[in-house]
Every structure is written in structure tokens, then in C-alpha cells.
């Protein structure tokens, strides 16, 4: 999985730079672990306007196979912005904004707001991913948009989705992934995607802050 998503994610960056619309920013560059919330650390810092999380999945079910992706569920959201609001410092939690003033209810409530248009746009983003992924490859059925409280989706004000790319437990699967032609494929299709994604929030398809 490491190299697969690596070797996907290079050759998104690759794509994306060469529109000269974007900077793209890796957590890494080589056969390293990065802990989660330093992921989520780094994407806030750099101030990205989205995060994408890429992974292969795997399956005790060696049939299930296809593409699938996660946003953020409602339930991981509120407690994100419950253990947020409770922090002492809340200097720079939503886009610069200090809110080390503010009272925890106060906090609470603006980071709570934040991070629900941030789940509206992520959500936007997954359904055009979605849209365009089957273009390169299988995507998961019943139903391939999936919420869930994964760590890496819970910045407040970074649209972020996590892609699992297929099963590499799936024979059919694991054949394609492991070919140059499927990941170009792929990092095309997302591509596409996220260029799609933007279009639309520069017309003012998405609600925005």
C-alpha cells in the first residue's frame, strides 16, 4: 500500500503542477510514516484549500473490490469541534481567526459553523471524485460514498476526503495497481476531479465561509 499511494500520489502532484493552477504539497516523499495529525498539521500550515488522503484497502472478503470515498461523519465532527473548543488556546484554529477571547460556548459554535461548510465542501468533492473516478478504474457499489471519523479528515477549515483506491486483497484489483498504466489512470481522474472542484466553487456552486 505504501508504494502504491505514494507512486499514485507523485504523479497526481506531477499533473496538477504541470495546469500551472496549483502547488501541491506531499506529507512525504519517500518510505516514511507520518503520524495522522501531523498530516492534518502540515495541510492547515500550509494553508491548503483541500487535503487528500490516498489508500489501498483490504478485506477478509476477497471479492469486495473497486474504489470508495470517505468524508467525515457527523458524529466525528462534533466531537472534533467539542475537543477543539476545549482547548486553552484557541489563537489560529479557524483561518487566523484568534479566538482566545472568546468564551468555550462562543468557540465552540464558530468552530462548529466552520467545520460544517468545510464538511459541505468536502462533500462536494467527494461526489466529483466519484463522478469521475470510474472513468479509470472499478469503484466500490453500496454505496461508494462513505462517512467516517478518521483523524486526517477533521481539520475545521481544510475540505478533505480520503480516497481507498481499491482492495489489494481483490485479485482483479491488485493486478491493475500494480501496472503503470491503471496509477496514470488514476491520478488523471483525480485530477479531473479536483480541477472540477474548483471550478465549481469559483462560480459559487459550493457554500463557501
Known amino acids: 500500500e505504501k508504494d502504491l499511494v505514494l507512486s499514485v500520489a507523485k504523479r497526481l502532484r506531477q499533473a496538477l503542477e504541470s495546469t500551472g493552477h496549483y502547488r501541491v504539497q506531499l506529507t512525504r516523499e519517500s518510505d516514511v510514516f507520518i503520524p495522522l495529525r501531523e498530516r492534518v498539521a502540515m495541510a492547515r500550515s500550509a494553508r491548503a484549500d483541500l487535503f487528500l488522503s490516498l ?6 472478503a476477497r471479492s469486495i473490490r473497486g474504489a470508495s470515498v470517505y468524508t467525515l461523519s457527523e ?5 472534533e469541534a467539542a475537543k477543539l473548543a476545549e482547548k486553552e488556546n484557541m489563537s489560529d484554529v479557524i483561518a487566523g481567526v484568534d479566538l482566545s477571547g472568546e468564551n468555550s460556548p462562543v468557540a465552540s459554535i464558530l468552530i462548529d459553523l466552520a467545520q460544517r461548510d468545510t464538511m459541505n465542501r468536502s462533500v462536494h468533492l467527494a461526489e466529483t471524485l466519484l463522478a469521475s473516478l470510474p472513468k479509470a478504474t ?13 483523524a486526517v479528515l477533521k481539520a475545521p477549515d481544510v475540505p478533505a476526503v480520503l480516497v481507498e483506491l481499491g482492495y489489494l486483497t481483490n485479485g482483479a484489483d491488485e493486478a491493475e495497481m500494480t501496472t503503470d498504466s491503471w496509477r496514470i489512470r488514476v491520478a488523471e481522474a483525480l485530477r479531473a476531479a ?7 466553487e469559483v462560480r459559487g456552486a459550493i457554500s463557501q465561509p
Request: glycine share 6%; net charge negative; proline share 10%.
Open 75 to 79: 458524529d466525528g465532527s462534533d466531537r
Open 194 to 200: 479536483i480541477d472540477s472542484h474548483f471550478t465549481a
Open 55 to 60: 489508500h489501498a484497502d483490504s478485506n477478509d
Open 138 to 150: 472499478a469503484v466500490r457499489p453500496n454505496p461508494p460514498h462513505r462517512a467516517a471519523g478518521f
